[in-house]
């Protein structure tokens, strides 16, 4: 009996393979810039900068979360009034806004430098347009239905395609008297 289901090897992709590299360099790259520094500027400047980059990220965070529970409440406001919210433009958004936060809140200083370009208004609309055009991109690739069938590709499926049958008894019914349904019933299964 067939499932649907190819049980071929799927094909790793390189960014499954790669991502693993990426962010052990990133992490090697950022432990060397720190004993760098350390070395040159000392230990307590080191010490300073991380602190500086956790209390920066902090307050950009939270600047980030105050501004989309503004806009959210201004949204639901424009909502009950009848009219209709104006769509966002892309990288006008808080999400890369929290990005920079969180990138300045992890200790390093390729991660400050990079949550600090984030913060800057260009750079955060230009990764906003790419964003948006790549996943335009790969939207209008895919195939119809293509939802379902990655629900599908998530579960676990067995290649033999055995199905056990069975019969699920709940035992948390309330209390009282017994009416014409909760007698005894055989299983289903012959």
Do not use: C
């Amino acid at each position: 009996m067939t499932t649907g289901i190819s049980t071929a090897p799927r094909r790793r992709s390189p960014a499954r393979t790669f991502l693993p590299l990426a962010i052990a360099a990133w992490l090697i790259l950022e432990i060397w810039l720190l004993t760098v520094v350390a070395d040159v500027a000392g230990g307590l400047a080191v010490a300073a900068l991380l602190a500086g980059g956790i209390v920066l990220g902090a307050v950009v965070i939270k600047r980030a979360g105050r501004r989309a529970f503004k806009n959210l409440s201004d949204t639901f406001q424009q909502a009950q009034q009848g009219r209709q919210p104006a769509p966002q433009e892309p990288g006008r958004g808080n999400g890369l806004t929290m990005l920079a936060g969180l990138l300045l809140m992890m200790p390093g200083l390729l991660s400050d430098v990079a949550g600090l370009f984030l913060l800057l208004p260009p750079v955060r609309a230009w990764i906003g347009r790419r964003a948006a055009r790549s996943l335009e991109r790969k939207m209008a690739s895919a195939p119809a239905g293509s939802l379902g069938d990655a629900f599908q590709q998530a579960r676990i499926h067995y290649p033999d395609g055995k199905v056990v049958q069975g019969e699920v008894i709940r035992e948390d019914r309330p209390e009282g008297p017994a009416g014409p349904g909760t007698g005894y019933r055989p299983p289903l299964a012959p």
